[in-house]
């Protein structure tokens, strides 16, 4: 049976995204699911003011801009039972504390992949047709190609390296099927038959860099993928290959990317790098063959209303005693991201 008294829940995340997150309609159904002030927004478990709204929390929705979920966190709030998380992954922002608590956490992680996937898919699709080179060759010479200039250009049956099957690799799986693609997976999760049930060829790293036009990592940032793309592996993919990440920058080595990059030999689409942002020097930022954007492929602007939708309704399931559907578990986070 539903509890009578409904739960007292606390915001913990940079009001800026407030807004976008949890525009009127779902801010009324929060309300009406929880004991909520929509005022009241923690952005330190140790300030003094927010110590009585913490004391009595059950229900902590957080995104980005939260401290980090640790000992302090439980010190101030001995009643929490749930995190509901208003992002993508909670690996950097839950502590082994909370896990040991036993406490639930609840993310809107799949809503934050879809963006991510879409992005991946624009950028394979422009970079099949060579967009990125097109575009410097017309504003240099502002004359159309040559038949010779196109040779190379198209994306019928170009070879897809997708590294990592987690939310985003698959949703971008899905999201390939459509095309005229070959598709390679590399996951030291997934036998081939499940490969092959999404679509893809399972191979080992090493031979996937080998066999790709284009390269898509979505492997989480943990310690066994710290730099899985060095510079011998790197030295694989083919010439002209491309190199797209939407991931982690800690997943390549920054000098030997640079230094690929810096000899023309591949082309990389970087939604994310190490360091975040590049100091103001970085020849990433001048070279002709990289298309750099500002970490842009999550959820920005009206997609982040989706997030908030998941956590709205992960609220209202856990006012009504109903099981969250959104549920992360530890022993997940080796493979999300």
């Given at each position: 049976m539903?509890s009578?008294q409904?739960?007292?829940a606390?915001?913990?995340?940079?009001?800026?995204?407030?807004?976008?997150?949890?525009?009127?309609p779902?801010?009324?159904?929060?309300?009406?699911?929880?004991?909520l002030?929509p005022a009241l927004?923690?952005r330190?478990?140790?300030?003094?003011?927010?110590a009585?709204?913490?004391?009595?929390?059950?229900?902590?929705?957080?995104?980005?801009?939260?401290?980090?979920l640790?000992?302090?966190?439980?010190?101030?709030?001995p009643?929490l039972?749930?995190?509901?998380h208003?992002?993508?992954?909670?690996?950097?922002?839950?502590?082994?504390?909370?896990?040991?608590?036993?406490?639930t956490?609840?993310?809107?992680v799949?809503?934050?992949a879809?963006p991510?996937?879409?992005?991946?898919l624009?950028?394979?699709?422009?970079a099949?047709?060579d967009?990125?080179?097109?575009?410097?060759?017309?504003?240099?010479?502002?004359?159309?190609?040559?038949?010779?200039e196109?040779a190379a250009?198209?994306?019928?049956?170009?070879r897809?390296?997708?590294i990592g099957a987690s939310?985003v690799?698959?949703?971008l799986?899905?999201?390939?099927?459509?095309?005229?693609?070959?598709?390679?997976?590399h996951d030291?999760y997934?036998?081939?038959?499940e490969a092959?049930?999404?679509?893809?060829?399972?191979?080992?790293?090493?031979?996937l860099?080998r066999?790709?036009?284009?390269v898509?990592?979505?492997?989480?940032?943990i310690p066994?993928?710290y730099r899985?793309?060095?510079?011998?592996?790197?030295?694989?993919i083919?010439?002209?290959?491309?190199?797209?990440?939407?991931s982690?920058?800690?997943?390549?080595?920054?000098d030997?990317?640079?230094?690929?990059?810096?000899?023309?030999?591949?082309?990389?689409?970087?939604?994310?790098?190490?360091?975040?942002?590049?100091?103001?020097g970085?020849?990433?930022?001048?070279?002709?063959?990289?298309f750099?954007?500002?970490?842009?492929?999550?959820?920005?602007?009206?997609?982040?209303?989706?997030?908030?939708?998941i956590v709205t309704?992960?609220?209202?399931?856990l006012?009504?005693d109903?099981?969250?559907l959104?549920e992360?578990?530890?022993?997940?986070?080796?493979?999300?991201a």
């Amino acid at each position: 049976m539903p509890s009578t008294q409904p739960p007292r829940a606390v915001f913990a995340i940079d009001p800026v995204h407030l807004p976008l997150l949890f525009p009127p309609p779902l801010l009324a159904r929060l309300r009406q699911a929880a004991a909520l002030d929509p005022a009241l927004v923690v952005r330190d478990f140790a300030d003094p003011s927010a110590a009585p709204a913490l004391a009595d929390a059950e229900v902590l929705i957080t995104g980005w801009g939260c401290p980090r979920l640790d000992a302090d966190l439980l010190a101030a709030a001995p009643r929490l039972r749930t995190v509901l998380h208003a992002a993508g992954s909670v690996r950097s922002l839950v502590g082994d504390a909370l896990w040991e608590r036993g406490i639930t956490v609840s993310s809107a992680v799949t809503a934050n992949a879809l963006p991510v996937a879409e992005y991946t898919l624009a950028m394979i699709l422009l970079a099949g047709k060579d967009t990125f080179t097109h575009r410097e060759r017309f504003r240099a010479t502002h004359t159309h190609p040559s038949p010779a200039e196109t040779a190379a250009t198209g994306n019928v049956g170009r070879r897809i390296g997708i590294i990592g099957a987690s939310r985003v690799g698959r949703r971008l799986l899905e999201l390939l099927r459509p095309f005229d693609f070959t598709i390679l997976l590399h996951d030291p999760y997934v036998s081939s038959v499940e490969a092959a049930s999404l679509g893809a060829e399972l191979l080992s790293l090493e031979d996937l860099l080998r066999s790709s036009d284009i390269v898509s990592l979505h492997a989480p940032d943990i310690p066994e993928t710290y730099r899985m793309l060095d510079a011998d592996r790197l030295a694989l993919i083919r010439d002209g290959g491309v190199l797209i990440n939407t991931s982690r920058g800690a997943l390549i080595d920054p000098d030997a990317l640079v230094g690929e990059l810096a000899s023309g030999r591949l082309h990389a689409v970087l939604d994310v790098t190490e360091p975040e942002p590049l100091p103001p020097g970085s020849p990433l930022y001048r070279l002709p063959n990289v298309f750099l954007t500002p970490h842009i492929a999550g959820s920005l602007g009206n997609e982040l209303e989706r997030l908030g939708r998941i956590v709205t309704e992960e609220l209202e399931r856990l006012a009504s005693d109903l099981p969250l559907l959104h549920e992360v578990r530890h022993t997940d986070l080796a493979r999300a991201a």
